[in-house]
């Protein structure tokens, strides 16, 4: 990068202090915006929006639903330059049964706790200290710099969504969801269903007579499991990790003297770039079509599970590692750290594949280390926390490119 480039860097980066993006996070994590709550994110999105308009920032709340916004901020670009989004959730997981205070964060040994501290708020802290830096050194950048921090994430990802349909649109974009420092510019699609088994009720006393549909999902679960898994354990995809499918629920019978007419198992299936879900649908009717030749009296149906999503399939995310996000990212990494970044996938899913497939934004996952999203201990690593806000500033600067107010 030419010197002017790394002055600016430098500047940018003296306005971004370890304590400040460390109690920002802290702010955003004493703020519960879970589904439980009855005002879900709106109390941390109007804090991220004053925070950021307190700096100077053009930030706005966006209304995704009725007491649900996100935050759309924007440092302008004098024009002539490309554009880059950060996005990140407001929303988090509910506390369940931490072990650790959910909503008081502490840090301890460099480690900051609580719930969303790692998913996300850690990264969204450090994506909001990125543009507050570039705003205080007075960087003027040629594109726009967005940052997009929306609602429901952990649901529906209503919020990214409403972003796709509604803008802001940029050429490319960075996901902040935690990856331990490593660039993850691909994953798998997530699709959710249920099958329904169907049996025939009778007496247990007289079970002959009945169809039992638990048995029936018995033997679906084994189809699964000696036929199925092995395929997609070995279906391997030159982006992501390979295919999974997850038995996550099993619903059915009403009470142990009856034989079951019903019985629900809810699916998780993770699929890769190279499959498509006609195809995922496919083998489940071929499994089923299996399954009944052994045993004529088999009877499923598969429906999408419509809580997963709210229009937009959640396909995989597929950027090229030579794209120049990845390029800007692992630049400003090797800057910041010293060291070369790992280049890797993400092993969940995120809204990076909505904003990259839908909205035609090539959109890479990279943010904080730490451990404990959705579990009872949560925490990101501090340090990595000022050192991700310096890299999406790195990262923005080589992108939207820009000069020095004088
Ligand atoms: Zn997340």
């Known amino acids: 990068m030419p010197a002017r480039g790394s002055d600016q860097f430098e500047k940018v980066k003296k306005k971004i202090a370890k304590g400040e993006v460390e109690k920002l996070v802290k702010d955003m994590v004493k703020i519960p915006s879970h589904p439980d709550v009855p005002t879900k994110e709106k109390e941390v999105a109007e804090f991220l929006n004053e925070f950021l308009r307190d700096e100077g920032v053009d930030s706005r709340l966006r209304l995704v639903e009725k007491d649900r916004p996100n935050v759309v901020a924007v440092v ?109 510019p691909s994953h798998r699609g997530l699709e959710w269903f249920e099958i329904h088994f169907h049996g025939k009720a009778a007496h247990g006393g007289q079970a002959d007579r009945g169809v039992n549909a638990i048995s029936m999902a018995a033997r679906f679960v084994n189809a699964v499991e000696k036929d199925l898994q092995p395929r997609l354990r070995a279906r391997k995809s030159k982006h992501t990790l ?65 809580s997963n999503m709210l229009t937009m399939t959640h396909v995989p995310n597929v950027v090229s590692p030579s794209h120049q996000v990845v390029r800007a990212l692992e630049s400003g990494a090797r800057t910041v750290t010293g060291k070369a970044p790992k280049v890797t996938s993400f092993w969940g899913w995120t809204d990076a594949a909505l904003l990259t497939h839908f909205g035609k934004m090539p959109t890479v996952i990279f943010g904080p280390g730490g451990a404990g999203a959705h579990a009872r201990t949560e925490y990101v690593l501090v340090e990595d926390l000022v050192n991700c806000s310096r890299i999406y500033s790195s990262a923005a600067l080589q992108i939207c490119g820009g000069k020095q107010a004088v």
């Open 242 to 306: 390979p295919s999974t499918i997850n038995l996550g629920v099993i619903q059915g019978g009403q009470q142990p003297s009856s034989v079951a007419d019903h019985c629900v198992i809810k699916v998780d299936r993770r699929w890769i770039p190279e499959e498509n879900l006609q195809k995922v649908f496919q083998e489940m009717y071929d499994l089923f079509d299996s399954i009944k030749k052994e045993d004529p009296r088999f009877k499923a149906t598969l429906k999408r599970d419509p």
């Open 76 to 184: 302008r670009g004098e024009g002539g330059g490309k554009s880059l989004m950060l996005n990140g959730h407001t929303d988090t997981v509910p506390p369940y049964d931490m072990d650790i205070p959910p909503f008081t964060p502490k840090v301890v040994s460099g480690k900051l706790y609580g719930r969303g501290s790692l998913d996300m708020k850690g990264g969204l802290g450090a994506m909001a200290m990125a543009l507050v830096g570039i705003r205080r050194a007075r960087v003027k950048l040629a594109g726009d710099l967005f940052l997009t921090a929306v609602v429901g994430e952990e649901r529906q990802s209503e919020g990214t969504e409403d972003v796709v349909l509604k803008g802001p649109r940029a050429d490319m974009g960075i996901v902040g969801e935690p990856t331990d420092m490593e660039i993850q």
